[in-house]
């Protein structure tokens, strides 16, 4: 579970945030790590996000923080992104848009993004245009898949899979896979099937197709076949410790953890819960 990063936090918008920073994502997102999203605005509120032009533009909730003083921190949303990718609170002061040097550095930073955006769009998809999609569990459909070919001596093989979701609405799809071909190496390269994005099945079926072929695992298959397959073929591990695993698995989780441990002839349930279970028990007696 992700860390309680925003506790004790109630952070607000100055207005409509670019990306996949909605309100419904910033309320879920905050409520994970112990903070309060409101879309209200008011005394309570202890963070101010916003964009430069928002700032910029002097939108009255930016007027009406500054007026209440240094009480509230305005601060752009690169913060609460990059906080909550990094599972670290960052230190407001270098994201704080009262600071002139402060603007002067998002701006620099959305300049880079939407320099970065557009040569991933040379390669495969421009990221400003496109945010990875994420599914009502809240499992990112951005994958590893890794293999060492002994065969070559290229140790440290990945693909990283990609389902990229538009930022415009409808929304429109679109899969790609980076490819390293060992650890080290600077030049990646880069697999896009389709010509344009599309709709979420078409691509999302090459995401499975991609997966299968590479792994030798059906998609809903990839918490079964866990650590079955050679290592002729890319290895996938899904997340542990409660992360989300992703829909359309074959069974329930845990059904599919014990079928893997019977695969792979693993004691069941694995014995570090065994142990808790009998001391559990053993305590009630």
């Avoid at 390669?123 to 293999?147: M, P």
Wanted: one cysteine or more; charged letters at 30%; a positive charge.
């Amino acid at each position: 579970m992700p860390r309680k990063i925003f506790k004790n936090l109630v952070i607000a918008t100055a207005g409509p945030l670019p990306g996949q920073l909605t309100a419904e994502n910033l309320r879920q997102w905050t409520a994970l790590r112990k903070g309060v999203f409101t879309e209200d605005y008011d005394d309570q509120v202890t963070h101010l996000l916003c964009t430069r032009e928002q700032f910029d533009q002097k939108l009255p909730r930016i007027k009406e923080a500054l007026a209440r003083g240094k009480k509230q921190h305005i601060v752009h949303c690169d913060w609460f992104e990059i906080s909550a990718v990094n599972d670290k609170k960052l230190p407001e002061r270098e994201y704080s848009m009262r600071n002139i040097l402060a603007k002067q550095n998002a701006a620099k930073r959305e300049q880079a993004r939407i320099e970065r955006g557009k040569r991933e769009g040379e390669r495969a998809v421009n990221t400003n245009l496109f945010h990875i999609y994420t599914d009502r569990t809240f499992f990112s459909y951005q994958i590893d898949i890794t293999r060492n070919d002994t065969e070559t001596g290229d140790l440290g093989q990945r693909y990283t899979l990609y389902l990229w979701e538009s930022n415009a609405k409808p929304h429109l799809y679109w899969f790609a896979a980076k490819f390293i071909k060992k650890k080290g190496a600077s030049q990646p390269s880069f697999h896009r099937p389709s010509p344009c994005s599309g709709p979420w099945r078409r691509e999302m079926d090459l995401f499975m197709d991609f997966f299968r072929i590479k792994t030798g695992i059906e998609w809903q298959d990839r918490v079964i076949g866990q650590g079955t397959m050679p290592s002729s073929y890319f290895q996938y591990s899904p997340p542990t410790g409660g992360k989300p695993v992703g829909r359309r698995l074959r069974f329930c989780y845990e059904y599919c953890l014990e079928i893997n441990a019977q695969l792979r002839g693993l004691p069941w349930p694995p014995v570090e819960e065994a142990q808790v279970k009998d001391e559990d028990e053993a305590s009630e007696a």
